[in-house]
């Protein structure tokens, strides 16, 4: 990873690593593990990839092994990967609780410590927002690296132009730039442009989907996540609407695109 200064790299395993202890479902996902009438049980969903059959996977990321699990479910060969010690921990518990085993390593997602051409799939989920636009890029290159020729990637971001998103970049500037709170896993917002020209030419195909059209309720910010703006009566009429908009943005309107809370990157090698 390329770093600011000596003490960054520290810092940034570091959170990871205490996070995991604290509350690791929380800093993984963040609000949306507990808003279960808007986003469903995320904890127990489905990989949002096909996985067939024997396919050698790679988990870019893979915190506590909330992914991982599912994928093994499908008799993927998988394998997961992450910075952080005590997250792999917790995904050897989780795994071993559930009846599941795979290969786990500590690596770090911008020198994959894997053979060129090695994997048929990558996946890595909300990972690439922690990192600096250079890292993100350096990941990019050592998943097409390692993605055998015909190989396809998911990586997922958080979109820049969402009113929530926007919302927590705000608030992010502010408390980095006028209250000096150092945060190393700041977060990055992704356009859909930029996306492109950093894989347009590593890549044989990219397609780009957008998901989650949501309010700005969800700045889980360290004092602020607990708080929930919207009544929970609200939650199951805006998924509504949320999955109505998913629908145009990824059909007749792409332009809308540019306003979904999360991207969703497919690019074949
Ligand atoms: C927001 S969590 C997402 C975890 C998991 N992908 C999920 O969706 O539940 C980000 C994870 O990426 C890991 N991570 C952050 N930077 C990384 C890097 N450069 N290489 C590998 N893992 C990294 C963190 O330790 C953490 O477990």
Redesign the pocket.
Known sequence: ?IVRDNDFFNE??RV??E??LKDAPF????IEVILKDFYGDLLDAPPPFPVTGKERIL?????????LKPVLDRNADAVG????HN?LTLTRQHLDKQGRNAPLLQ????RLPFKDNSFDKVY????L???SKA?GKA?FSEVHRILKPGGVAYI?VPGRFAPENFLFSFLQFVSIHLFRVKDP?RMRFYRLGEIKKITGKMYKEVSITAHEFRPPWNFHTRWTWQYILIPRSFHRRLRKISDWFEAKANGRFPFLKHFGVVLMVKVTK
């Not at 990967?81 to 952080?84: E, G, P, T």
Request: glycine share 18%; net charge negative; charged share 15%.
């Open positions: 990873m940034y395993v990871w690593d996070g995991a800093i993984t996902l963040g988990d870019l990321g893979c915190g506590w092994g909330r992914v990967l992450d910075i952080s997250m690596g770090d997602g911008t890595s989920l909300l990972v927002q922690h990192l890292n990941v997922r896993i």
